[in-house]
């Protein structure tokens, strides 16, 4: 099984929060096709805030969070970030498309705090994170003032009790009332997290109004896609657009493939056997443009699409076949080379390294079979071979 993060945008977590009665601000969803003029008359109001809905973070610096304080500003945001492309800290130079905005009414913010609910693998148990220094990368607090972030761990049989909520609240600077808020939230996005196998819900910031309230102003959810199966209705809530086509499409054929910015395609069966790949094309001075991990158990069908993946890329210029036979054989492998060479047209070079069962066999299949794969005798050989077919190093 994958092990696949899947994400949702903010407007669906906010919807998910609501539905367990955790506040969250006043807003609508604006997409492509709805009429302005009717947005405006039915949500009212005299400013707003025009958020895009990508899976990314930094959306703020980057021009993705728009004040609007009159109507014409209003459409011109949406006309401004409606069918564009946003390009943060987390995307790549094409940046992701908006295709939904969620416009949101402003709220009068005294404070900003940072919880969140993630799954610690290390204690098998979820952890609740919380800081008063809400608003800002989480990671850099704990990097810079470690003594601002509150964590406990909670146990599924005992659920969240009073003192995980103290220890929390502790540095938060927390009213009576405010404590209350605070624990009936935590206490609901526990339930949340536990109902939808979520991996990780984050409130940043989780924001004190001047009424004295808390309020969740922004919100993310991830899932591990291993337990959507009992999930129809958020496995509904994926969106296409946000992803890479080609890793769309990888897994439609059941392969574990990761987009990366270099150079030299990678076809290997087996995660670790991929990651020494990749990390001895980066010790030679190479860029790794995926990871590939095609499966212990693959067949030739699985390594055309593998070919087809790669192909796809317009920045591969090589590929390094590294394939070790243990459940698979080197020769079905080689019978997949020529397959996909057979579909395809082959334009860059191939170097390929078979070792293992029936490695000889596979390396009698692709002999002399096309100018553009060259053989490997050992891993070092291939991922060097790789690199210099590819041009040398980025």
Excluded at 229 to 251: G, M, V, Y
Aim: one cysteine or more.
């Amino acid at each position: 099984m994958s092990d696949i993060i899947v994400y949702i945008h903010e407007y669906q977590s906010k919807r998910l929060l609501k539905t367990y009665e955790i506040p969250v601000p006043r807003s609508e969803v604006f997409t492509q096709g709805d009429s302005i003029e009717k947005f405006i008359a039915n949500f009212g109001g005299e400013s707003w805030i025009v958020k895009a809905q990508v899976h990314a973070g930094g959306r703020g610096k980057a021009g993705g969070i728009l004040w609007a304080h009159t109507r014409d500003e209003l459409k011109d945001s949406i006309n401004k970030l409606l069918g564009t492309q946003l390009v943060t800290k987390q995307t790549d130079a094409t940046g992701l498309p908006i295709n939904t905005l969620l416009v949101e009414k402003p709220a009068e913010i005294k404070r900003e705090i940072y919880l969140s609910l993630l799954v610690d693998r290390a204690s098998k148990k979820i952890t609740a994170i919380a800081s008063a220094e809400g608003g800002v990368n989480i990671e850099e607090v704990a990097a810079k003032t470690p003594e601002k972030i509150a964590s406990v761990n909670i146990h599924k049989t005992s659920g969240v009790q009073g003192y995980h909520c103290r220890l929390l609240a502790r540095n938060l600077d927390l009213n009576k009332e405010q404590f209350k808020q605070f624990s009936h939230i935590l206490r609901q996005m526990y339930s949340l997290f536990l109902d939808s196998d979520a991996s990780l819900i984050e409130i940043n910031p989780l924001i004190i109004t001047q009424d004295e309230a808390l309020l969740a102003l922004d919100a993310k959810m991830n899932f591990d896609d291993n337990a959507l199966f009992r999930h129809k209705k958020i496995a509904s809530l994926k969106d296409p657009s946000q992803e890479n086509p080609i890793e769309l499409k990888a897994r439609q054929h059941d392969l574990n493939y990761v987009k990366l910015e270099g150079n030299v395609g990678c076809i290997v069966n087996g995660a670790g056997l991929a990651m020494a790949t990749m990390d001895l094309i980066k010790h030679h001075g190479g860029e790794p443009a995926n990871f590939l991990d095609v499966g212990g158990g693959t067949n030739a069908e699985r390594v055309t699409q593998a070919f087809n993946l790669l192909l796809e890329d317009e920045n591969v210029r090589s590929i390094f076949v590294n394939i070790f036979g243990g459940i698979v054989r080197c020769d079905v492998i080689a019978q997949g080379i020529l397959q996909a060479l057979e579909q395809t047209e082959l334009t860059m070079p191939v170097v390929v390294l078979l070792q293992g069962t029936n490695a000889e066999q596979g390396k009698a299949i692709l002999k002399d079979q096309h100018k553009l794969i060259i053989p490997a005798n050992h891993l070092t050989e291939g991922a060097t071979l790789a690199i210099q077919q590819a041009g040398g190093t980025i």
